[in-house]
T-cell receptor, first 114, second 115 residues
Framework: DQQVKQNSPSLSVQEGRISILNCDYT??????FLWYKKYPAEGPTFLIS?????DKNEDGRFTVFLNKSAKHLSLHIVPSQPGDSAVYFC?????????????FGTGTSLTVIP | GAVVSQHPSWVICKSGTSVKIECRSL??????MFWYRQFPKQSLMLMAT?????????EQGVEKDKFLINHASLTLSTLTVTSAHPEDSSFYIC???????????FGPGTRLTVT
């Protein structure tokens, strides 16, 4: 049962434009969310996080939006750069204070075209 | 930032042999380490959660006798794939958590190929 879903397996964006990656979840107990970036044959690297008490978190070119009522979060990258081309995973955790594990989406492969 | 290393990065072994993969947190103490497996074009699947000094907690469907996890210290966890089969070929990634609430720091992964 996939509790975290990324319905777009791939996305292509022109350099300089905005990239929007989407993620949906089903477990209303999730209260902490993260986005990871992964290059082939490498481990994921942490990008940005958001807790359920917020609806937006911004870090440089990366902004994560959380819509709890829709159980949806998105990652905006603006402006997109060729180096952003990678697979992006969203992850969610329930009861972070209790140390519960994270559930990952299936990933979205982003290609930024120069 | 926190650094997690894995060794080896790539290993080829024959069916029936065992392979050990090490995961180390280099500049912090990790009370909890996680082991994931990734199949091509699929999500990271959590295999087990490893706490220092105690037995690992395995996810449903993961054979604990096949995937032996030892969390010997606050900076080292090992995954041993015993009696490897070709279907065990995969990309194995570990992660370590600095504290009970917060992001996980991932290792670079180990690609296992069983022939």
């Amino acid at each position: 049962d996939q509790q975290v879903k990324q319905n777009s397996p791939s996305l292509s964006v022109q350099e300089g434009r905005i990239s929007i990656l989407n993620c949906d979840y089903t477990n209303s107990m999730f209260d902490y969310f993260l986005w990871y970036k992964k290059y082939p044959a490498e481990g994921p690297t942490f990008l940005i996080s958001i807790s359920s008490i917020k609806d937006k978190n911004e870090d440089g070119r990366f902004t994560v939006f959380l819509n709890k009522s829709a159980k949806h979060l998105s990652l905006h990258i603006v402006p997109s750069q060729p180096g952003d081309s990678a697979v992006y995973f969203c992850a969610a955790s329930a009861g972070a204070n209790t140390g519960n594990q994270f559930y990952f989406g299936t990933g979205t492969s982003l290609t930024v075209i120069p | 930032g926190a650094v997690v290393s894995q060794h080896p990065s790539w290993v080829i072994c024959k069916s029936g042999t065992s392979v050990k993969i090490e995961c180390r947190s280099l500049d912090f103490q990790a009370t909890t380490m996680f082991w994931y497996r990734q199949f091509p074009k699929q999500s990271l699947m959590l295999m087990a959660t490893s706490n220092e000094g105690s037995k690992a907690t395995y996810e449903q469907g993961v054979e604990k006798d096949k995937f032996l996890i030892n969390h010997a210290s606050l900076t080292l966890s090992t995954l041993t794939v015993t009696s490897a089969h070709p279907e065990d070929s995969s990309f194995y990634i570990c992660s370590a958590r600095l504290n009970i609430q917060g992001e996980q720091y991932f290792g670079p992964g180990t690609r296992l190929t069983v022939t």
